[in-house]
């Protein structure tokens, strides 16, 4: 089965820095998504990107973070100055088209210390 | 704007019965999706069954089935022969199926933490 894959697993990072959260999604597919996940609580939407601009932004997509795809094939999620309360598991997910299913990646576990 | 509810945060069942997750949602839409995702403690999200709200037939998949009243607006997961494996954090999601604005993102429960008795 064709997966999505994210770098780094864990990053630790002091509050105030900038980090760079990079997916490789499946080559075919057309719909990038990130979602977040604070420990312990629901998984929440962050943000969609298609056809190489933002589809739709949730209210915690604030001016901190930023979307792209710099090369074609990662999908990056970039938080400018970092909280402690942006400590969460981040996930990225794909889709072909609306009739298809998500796919997952493993996901990045984010600690702002 | 959809929600998704489920009102069990923990639920335990013993080794090879049967138990039910229970889900609700509030859209005015017509056509949609339904999920149930299982998270273990890797916190990988697992898809386990899909209903597409077009669909009168429940789906199953092995061991899992779902029971989808789409007049009530209810969506619950019925796990047969339950496994140790079984065991994590079961999220209920909603996704629509038309999107202006082309984006198609999952709305998500809180969850339902099951454990498996040995």
């Known amino acids: 089965e064709p997966e999505v894959t994210q770098t780094p697993s864990h990053q630790v990072t002091q509050m105030g820095q900038e980090v760079i959260l990079r997916c490789v999604p499946i080559?075919?597919?057309?719909?990038f998504y990130w979602y977040r996940q604070i420990l312990g609580q629901k998984v929440e939407f962050l943000v969609s990107f298609y056809n190489n601009e933002i589809s739709e932004k949730s209210e915690i997509f604030d001016d901190q973070f930023s979307v792209e795809r710099p090369d074609g094939s990662n999908f990056t999620l970039k938080i400018r100055s970092t909280k402690l309360e942006d400590s969460a598991m981040y996930f990225c997910?794909?889709?072909?088209?609306?009739?298809?299913?998500?796919?997952f990646g493993p996901g990045t576990r984010l600690t702002v210390l | 704007a959809q929600t998704v509810t489920q009102s069990q945060p923990e639920m335990s069942v013993q080794e090879a019965e049967t138990v039910t997750l229970s889900c609700t949602y509030d859209t005015s839409e017509s056509d949609y999706y339904l999920f149930w995702y299982k998270q273990p403690p890797s916190r990988q999200m697992i898809l386990v069954i899909r209903?597409?709200?077009?669909?009168?037939q429940n789906a199953t998949e092995n061991r899992f089935s779902v029971n989808f009243q789409k007049a009530a607006k209810s969506f619950s997961l019925k796990i047969s022969d339950s496994q140790l494996g079984d065991a994590a954090m079961y999220f209920c999601?909603?996704?629509?199926?038309?999107?202006?604005?082309?984006?198609?993102?999952?709305?998500f429960g809180k969850g339902t933490k099951l454990s498996v008795i040995p």
């Open positions: 999601a909603y996704r629509s199926i038309y999107s202006g604005a082309g984006s198609y993102q999952l709305t």
């Open positions: 997910a794909t889709t072909r088209d609306s009739q298809t299913r998500e796919f």
């Open positions: 080559s075919n597919h057309l719909y």
């Open positions: 209903q597409e709200a077009y669909k009168q």
